[in-house]
Each structure stands twice: as structure tokens, then as C-alpha cells.
């Protein structure tokens, strides 16, 4: 193996670990050591078994060496479930080696001799040390330790090998010796909010090359490991600032909302549709899709309370061939359980499926699902890089956000510091009118464009939303509360009479009294 020149230690290794290199800028620098802390059961083994078989999978070498951890045979019979291990390349293309009877009988010396041995037998550029902690523990003094890190980084450098080393301890800020002698430093643990539990890892030192800092979310399933990193930060290099703002309308499946909004929704625009339960909102939602699915552009639906065969329920009693148009790729569905949603995680599966189906128009029902995800207050920057993305691949989007009450005396938005992401905002709500509830809508806000500034009434009916004429001359339907004012078609509303006292009756008196 040929010494390294000085371009390739700087060359990209890439760990094979989804969303890992994105928080480490592209990957780990060749011929440098790394190490991975955390507690038992953080995912430590799954991590850097998964780092070997990516290399076999490239047509390079792995040894993987233990130090008084798990025998070999138990860690190959866990990891043979997870779906990056390939039976074929143990012992050819990853070997499996014991170390503890070299640092047991020579200590640190014995340890070094085979690493060296191992790595130029099977011409390696990948070495992993589990169980560290170990090796520590055989050092006659913290500075024969140092001395151990030092020999062993200097001669690595010098064969062009890649080395993780897997060490347990909690993740509490303790700068242990071996800390400052590595060249990168990845903490996998446990954040509790209880009932929840979320697995974050943290890259506190990488030397180098830049790095996404804080906590990211990671997971741990039948692929092996994958990390979310943070969407504010993950996602900021999608962002085009120098995006081009399209004037071409989307349409909204209705005449009337169309002219209320100058024309429809501006192409790549984000819109909040705001309301009360059973107000329309996901019908305006389904009805925005179906007229993108009836141009032939890529719609998507994205849900957390209705499942994909009620959507199609709904959407055959309201007249959209629903069912036809996901056979045929024009409509997707991608559907949400609330319960144990992760923030990141629903941010990384909907822009991935955006960008890979070429989705042109997306439906959002329910802001209250990201809400019930998010462990802390980020929803504002969160879904301001979240619009900022769509828009730059022109996507236009639809949200749905639910009022608090179905009959309130002030109209605002449940989430806070949100209204400025988004470029439209349209109010629907319910007011009783005539000893009837009336379907009111309105535009609240679009951003550089003209609307209607009148209150039209709505009829749900085939097709979706019916949007008719105006209101004129009435106050307070905004707040449900109707005083005077004139429907097309309607006569004068009467405010209604003061409320009086019933009198009460006297009781009769007791005869002989």
C-alpha cells in the first residue's frame, strides 16, 4: 500500500450510513481516526459494522477488531437481520479479529503489533477497535495511553487507513485523554421528553472540515442506522435565493376561488387554509389536487388523520377519480401516523418525496401534525426553510391549520410566528345565519398580489367547494356573530331581539291561611 499523497488525505470517505455524511460534509477524511461514544445499546457496533460492509460493497477492506466486547459469533447473528450485511464478505472482505489476548499478555505493544499485522495482511483501509475502554484500562499512565492514540494516528497516516474506534460512557461533556488526541469525535445517545424517547448524535469535533452542528435525529431499523439531521439546517442548501418568482397561476378547481385569490394561487407559493372542524379545509385541499391531477401535473397528498382508502372514499362521493389517477402516477398519497411522528424525520420523507416523484402541487392536512411532533419550539424556523425549499422547486402548497373553537370572538392563528411563511392565508369558518350554519371564506393575505377583500358564502357539493356571491352589508361574520348586512338573493338580517327576563309566577296561597 502506497503512502498517501497530500491530495488524497483529503479525499471524502463515505460512512454508507444515510444522512451521515451529510452532517459531516461529505464524509470522514481518509487515514483519519474517529471516535464513536455513547451508551450500551446506542447503536455504537451497528454503526461501524454498517462503515465496513459499505467499503466490501466498494470493493475494500475491512478488520474489524475486539477488545474483551461480545464474541464474535453473537454480534454476525444479530447484525445478518439488518439489510447492509452480506454473509459473503465475512472473512474475505471483513475479518473478524480478537485483541484481547495480545493487550492481556503485552499490553498496549502486543495490541499495536496486531493491528499492524492485520491491516497489511488484508490490505485494509478501514479498521475498526471496539471496546476501547479496554485498551485504557491495560495503559500503565494516561501518558503511555497518549503515546498509543500518537503511534497509532502517525502510522495510519502513513498507510492511508481509515480507523473508528467504539467506546462506551455517557455523553455528559467529560473530555476524556483519548479526546484530544482523535481527529473526530461522534456522540450517539438518548434524549427523553417523556412519553418519548429520541435518539440524537452529535458531532462535537471533526478536524478538518466543517460540520452541521447539535443534535440530529437518528434511527435505528431492518436497514440499519439513519440519521435525519436537522431540517433548518439540513435543508438550507436546497434554498435558491436567486430563484426566479413565477407569475403563472394554479388554479383551484372553482371559479370563485380562483377570482377571489386574482386568478389562483401563484405558482411555487406556499397557502395556509385556516379554519374550525368541518369547515371544508381538506376538501379544499383534495379539490386543489384534483384540478392539478386533471392538467396532468404531479399532485400530492400528504396526511396524518385520513387514511389513504377514506381519502379515496371521499374523493369518489365528491366526483374525482381518485383511485384512477394514483394508478397513474398523477396523484400520490403519503399518509402519516400522528402518534409517534418524529419532526425531522417527516421532513426529510416529504422533500425526499417531492423531489423524487417531480410533485408539482402538495397538500399538507394538518399543521397540527407537525405540531404534535416537534419536541421544542421550532416551528416558526422550521417551516420557513420548509416554504423556502418548496418554493424553490416550485412547488405550490396547500396547509391546513385548525382553529382552536368552532365559534370564537377572535380570529388568529394557533401557531405563532408562522403567518410569514407563508404567501396566502384563507380564512374559512361557520356562522349561524337565518337559524342555519353558513360556510363563510375570505382571503386574509396574499403576498404581491391583488384578492378580493369580501366574505363569499360555500356550499360543499359535487366538485368540491361552490364559492357564490358576496356578502354585503353585514358586521361581525367574521367572528360569527352576524348583525345586519344582505346575502345575494337573501333578505335584510335583523339583529336580533334583547333577551328578557322571564317573570316568574307567584305562588298560590294555602287556603285557611
Known sequence: ?????PETLAERIPTGIPGMDTLLGGGLLRAGIYMVTGRPGAGKTIFANQFCFHHA???????YVTLLAETHGRMLNQLQSLAFFRREYVGSKVRYLSGFSDIESDGLA??????????????????????????????????????????LQTWVAMMGCTVLILTSGP??????????????????????????????????????????????????????????????????SW???????????????NPGLDRMLGGGLRRGSTALALGSSGCGKTVLGMQFLAEGARRGEKTLHFGFFETPAALIFKGEQ??????????????????????????????????????????????????????????????SGYLAVLGEVLTGMNVTTLITEE????????????????????????????VELDAKLRRLISVMK??????????????????????????????????????????????QVPPPAPRRKPKLLARPRKSGK
Open 171 to 236: 455523553n455528559d461533556g467529560t473530555v476524556r485523554p483519548e479526546h484530544t488526541m482523535v481527529d473526530g469525535l461522534v456522540e450517539l445517545g438518548v434524549r427523553h421528553l417523556p412519553p418519548r424517547s429520541s435518539r440524537v448524535v452529535r458531532i462535537t469535533k471533526f478536524r478538518g472540515s466543517g460540520f452541521l452542528e447539535g443534535d440530529h435525529l437518528y434511527q435505528i431499523s431492518g436497514s440499519g442506522l439513519s440519521v435525519y439531521p436537522r431540517c433548518e439546517v439540513a435543508f438550507q
Open 318 to 379: 365528491l366526483g374525482w377519480p381518485l383511485r384512477a389517477w394514483l394508478e397513474s402516477g398523477h396523484q400520490h398519497i403519503l399518509w402519516q401516523s400522528p402518534a409517534e411522528g418524529q419532526l425531522d424525520l417527516l421532513a426529510h420523507r416529504l422533500l425526499t418525496a417531492v423531489r423524487d416523484l417531480g410533485i408539482q402541487r402538495l397538500f399538507i392536512d394538518g399543521l397540527v401534525g407537525f405540531k404534535e411532533a416537534a419536541e421544542s419550539e421550532r416551528m
Open 446 to 491: 396574499t403576498r404581491d398580489s391583488i384578492h378580493a377583500r369580501d366574505l363569499f358564502e360555500f356550499e360543499i357539493a359535487q366538485g368540491g367547494l361552490d364559492v357564490g356571491a358576496a356578502f354585503s352589508g353585514g358586521n361581525n361574520l367574521m367572528k360569527g356573530e352576524p348583525r345586519g348586512g344582505t346575502t345575494s338573493g337573501q333578505p
Open 110 to 151: 502486543g495490541l499495536m503489533r496486531t493491528l499492524r499485522q492485520a491491516v497489511r495482511d488484508d490490505k485494509a483501509s478501514v479498521l475498526v477497535i471496539d471496546g476501547m475502554v479496554t485498551a485504557a484500562s491495560y495503559a500503565k499512565s494516561e501518558v503511555d495511553y497518549k503515546k498509543f492514540i500518537h503511534e
Open 403 to 430: 382553529t382552536r373553537q368552532l365559534f370564537v370572538d377572535d380570529v388568529h392563528i394557533p401557531t405563532g410566528g408562522v403567518s410569514a411563511a407563508f404567501h396566502n392565508i384563507l380564512f374559512l369558518r361557520q
Open 57 to 63: 460493497s466498494r470493493g475494500t477492506n475491512a478488520v
Open 239 to 253: 434554498v435558491d435565493p436567486l430563484h426566479v418568482v413565477s407569475a403563472e397561476r394554479a388554479g383551484l378547481g
Open 1 to 5: 500500500m502506497s503512502p498517501p499523497t
